[in-house]
């Protein structure tokens, strides 16, 4: 299915899938974008799902074949518990609706790798929902990237260092499990991060890890994770992932290179000097920009709905324009998803393990 121009008078109809907590964010997103629409919902609870949807009108489907069967539906949104968005995305895709999935794409690579073969098949868009990349602080950093003011590349650190209680993890007993969560501190809450180091430091070639339960024995996945990185150009990193940092502190990125560093903490910038200075240097130092895009350093329910209203906005002009300039393409997604296998790989093998790379 084509949806040739959005407009406000021609708005891209979205269905939801799944009514949990992000599903809630995805709603408030919408409702804050004219040129996209929210008709249709499918849930397992669907009192849950009428209730979410009340304000929007949306229709409230039994099964997901009859959401998928709607003429009014041009794309899905995709918001159930990690290890189940292949079931709804690759019916979706198989329909010719495009998606757009909540973070990770899914929660092994195989799985991931069928879900980019469907979009190539039909033609459909598939794109990951990684709000930080369109945070003004990343996007900074991005283009001093691509612009070569870092020049070599040296060092890329992630620090993810967040709080969960026991009730988080208690009342939704998905979360902490291998079969649904996909893992712990670095697939659900670090994978932001990951994802990060991926657009701006590239490939990652090797990962070494060490993992464990500090703080929630009672989840089967982890709570704490050191690990570093060898990048495919030489760069080298570390990531720190953990929930088990009370009271849990802001996501941080560090870049450097021969030529400059940067700091980035949730999208704004922090620290940012270079050897060769330009006009706009001061006023980025400022801090004036950013800070729109909020983490949930200590409590899921802070996190904002703006870098969500950002990535649908540009999913809807990618299906109206062709351009996935501004959205994260299935292929780019499954990078995060493949560096945090490695990950996982090698805490249980006690060794470094190669990430896998996707054509």
Request: net charge neutral; hydrophobic share 45%; aromatic share 6%.
């Given at each position: 299915?084509?949806?040739?121009?959005?407009?406000?008078?021609?708005?891209?109809?979205?269905?939801?899938?799944?009514?949990?907590?992000?599903?809630?964010?995805?709603?408030?997103?919408?409702?804050?974008?004219?040129?996209?629409?929210?008709?249709?919902?499918?849930?397992?609870?669907?009192?849950?799902?009428?209730?979410?949807?009340?304000?929007?009108?949306?229709?409230?489907?039994?099964?997901?074949d009859e959401l998928l069967a709607r003429d009014d539906?041009?794309?899905?949104?995709?918001?159930?518990?990690?290890?189940?968005?292949?079931?709804?995305?690759?019916?979706?895709?198989?329909?010719?609706?495009?998606?757009?999935?909540?973070?990770?794409?899914?929660?092994?690579?195989?799985?991931?790798?069928?879900?980019?073969?469907?979009?190539?098949?039909?033609?459909?868009?598939?794109?990951?929902?990684?709000?930080?990349?369109?945070?003004?602080?990343?996007?900074?950093?991005?283009?001093?990237?691509?612009?070569?003011?870092?020049?070599?590349?040296?060092?890329?650190?992630?620090?993810?260092?967040?709080?969960?209680?026991?009730?988080?993890?208690?009342?939704?007993?998905?979360?902490?499990?291998?079969?649904?969560?996909?893992?712990?501190?670095?697939?659900?809450?670090?994978?932001?991060?990951?994802?990060?180091?991926?657009?701006?430091?590239?490939?990652?070639?090797?990962?070494?890890?060490?993992?464990?339960?500090?703080?929630?024995?009672?989840?089967?996945?982890?709570?704490?994770?050191?690990?570093?990185?060898?990048?495919?150009?030489?760069?080298?990193?570390?990531?720190?992932?953990?929930?088990?940092?009370?009271?849990?502190?802001?996501?941080?990125?560090?870049?450097?290179?021969?030529?400059?560093?940067?700091?980035?903490?949730?999208?704004?910038?922090?620290?940012?000097?270079?050897?060769?200075?330009?006009?706009?240097?001061?006023?980025?130092?400022?801090?004036?920009?950013?800070?729109?895009?909020?983490?949930?350093?200590?409590?899921?329910?802070?996190?904002?709905?703006?870098?969500?209203?950002?990535?649908?906005?540009?999913?809807?002009?990618?299906?109206?324009?062709?351009?996935?300039?501004?959205?994260?393409?299935?292929?780019?997604?499954?990078?995060?998803?493949?560096?945090?296998?490695?990950?996982?790989?090698?805490?249980?093998?006690?060794?470094?393990?190669?990430?896998?790379?996707?054509?």
């Open positions: 299915m084509t949806h040739s121009k959005a407009t406000n008078e021609n708005p891209v109809r979205f269905a939801l899938i799944g009514s949990g907590a992000i599903a809630g964010v995805h709603v408030e997103a919408l409702a804050r974008i004219p040129n996209a629409r929210l008709t249709a919902i499918y849930s397992v609870k669907p009192d849950d799902a009428r209730k979410l949807v009340a304000s929007a009108g949306a229709v409230v489907c039994a099964s997901l539906v041009d794309a899905i949104l995709i918001a159930t518990p990690s290890g189940l968005h292949a079931e709804s995305a690759l019916p979706a895709l198989k329909a010719g609706k495009h998606v757009l999935c909540e973070k990770p794409l899914e929660i092994t690579s195989a799985r991931v790798k069928a879900m980019i073969a469907e979009a190539d098949r039909t033609g459909a868009l598939l794109a990951g929902f990684l709000p930080l990349r369109c945070g003004v602080g990343a996007e900074e950093i991005y283009q001093a990237l691509t612009a070569g003011r870092f020049g070599r590349l040296t060092f890329l650190s992630a620090r993810i260092k967040w709080w969960r209680d026991h009730a988080y993890y208690a009342d939704s007993p998905w979360r902490g499990t291998w079969n649904l969560d996909g893992g712990g501190a670095l697939m659900n809450q670090g994978i932001h991060a990951v994802d990060l180091l991926h657009w701006i430091g590239g490939p990652v070639a090797d990962v070494s890890a060490f993992s464990g339960r500090l703080v929630h024995n009672r989840i089967e996945v982890e709570d704490t994770l050191a690990a570093t990185l060898r990048f495919a150009n030489g760069a080298l990193g570390t990531i720190e992932a953990g929930t088990s940092c009370y009271p849990g502190l802001d996501l941080s990125i560090e870049v450097s290179g021969e030529r400059g560093t940067a700091i980035l903490v949730n999208d704004r910038i922090e620290f940012w000097r270079f050897a060769d200075e330009s006009p706009r240097d001061e006023e980025i130092r400022s801090g004036k920009s950013g800070g729109a895009i909020r983490g949930g350093s200590a409590d899921p329910k802070a996190i904002s709905c703006e870098g969500h209203r950002r990535q649908i906005a540009a999913f809807c002009q990618a299906i109206a324009n062709g351009s996935t300039t501004d959205v994260v393409p299935g292929r780019e997604a499954a990078g995060a998803v493949a560096i945090i296998e490695a990950a996982y790989r090698s805490a249980k093998s006690g060794r470094s393990e190669t990430v896998e790379t996707f054509a």
